[in-house]
T-cell receptor, first 113, second 112 residues
Framework: DAGITQSPRHKVTETGTPVTLRCHQT?????MYWYRQDPGHGLRLIHY???????DKGEVSDGYSVSRSKTEDFLLTLESATSSQTSVYFC????????????FGPGTRLTVL | AQSVAQPEDQVNVAEGNPLTVKCTYS??????LFWYVQYPNRGLQFLLK??????LVKGSYGFEAEFNKSQTSFHLKKPSALVSDSALYFC??????????FGTGTRLLVSP
């Protein structure tokens, strides 16, 4: 999976609790992305980063925040998890020109009870 | 807004037969188009992309895709399907600032 790891791989949590997912890359790529995958919706972009401390919102950013303090790490935080945030979360990286494909991590399955 | 559509939720094909997974796009300007495959419990894997040039793009695992500007389509094809090709396939288009918009996915089932 192109030098991308995600942790944890599985998590079960309760409504109202904070959750942080981590994406770590060893490719030194500039761009990093967080997606969620839900049946019938494909993949939807939550947030992305175009450099250290440079982030922006995606299509479904409500209820999520991100941080990137180092090139290799991109954190996704659910401040107060809700059942609607039960999903599979994927991190992706890209070298950054529009021609470059994105490479995906193995995913994190999050269940919010 | 840039978007892609995958009109088929599932495609069934017998092993050895040709397969086609359909994708149509809606963009302003020249499209950058991508195909990805997802095997169970795995992340997405890049298959191929169209940026410019030849309308027939060749990719990984024997897959190819045909870019058709007049029909705004970018269908994924393979001349002879394998059981191991059974997976979920996503079409995507670049939109705005280094971002991709994905279709809803097509499940390919290849029967022995």
């Amino acid at each position: 999976d192109a030098g991308i790891t995600q942790s944890p791989r599985h998590k079960v949590t309760e409504t109202g609790t904070p959750v942080t997912l981590r994406c770590h890359q060893t490719e030194n790529h500039r761009y990093m992305y967080w997606y969620r995958q839900d049946p019938g919706h494909g993949l939807r972009l939550i947030h992305y980063s175009y450099g250290v401390k440079d982030t922006d919102k995606g299509e479904v950013s409500d209820g999520y925040s991100v941080s990137r303090s180092k090139t290799e790490d991109f954190l996704l935080t659910l401040e107060s998890a809700t059942s609607s945030q039960t999903s599979v979360y994927f991190c992706a990286i890209s070298e950054g020109t529009g021609e470059n494909e994105q490479f995906f991590g193995p995913g994190t399955r999050l269940t919010v009870l | 807004a840039q978007s892609v559509a995958q009109p088929e939720d599932q495609v069934n094909v017998a092993e050895g037969n040709p397969l086609t997974v359909k994708c149509t796009y809606s963009v302003s300007g020249n499209p950058y188009l991508f195909w990805y495959v997802q095997y169970p419990n795995r992340g997405l894997q890049f298959l191929l992309k169209y940026i410019t040039g030849d309308n027939l793009v060749k990719g990984s695992y024997g897959f190819e895709a045909e870019f058709n500007k007049s029909q705004t389509s970018f269908h994924l094809k393979k001349p002879s399907a394998l059981v191991s090709d059974s997976a979920l396939y996503f079409c995507a288009v670049r939109t705005g600032f280094q971002k991709l918009v994905f279709g809803t996915g097509t499940r390919l089932l290849v029967s022995p």
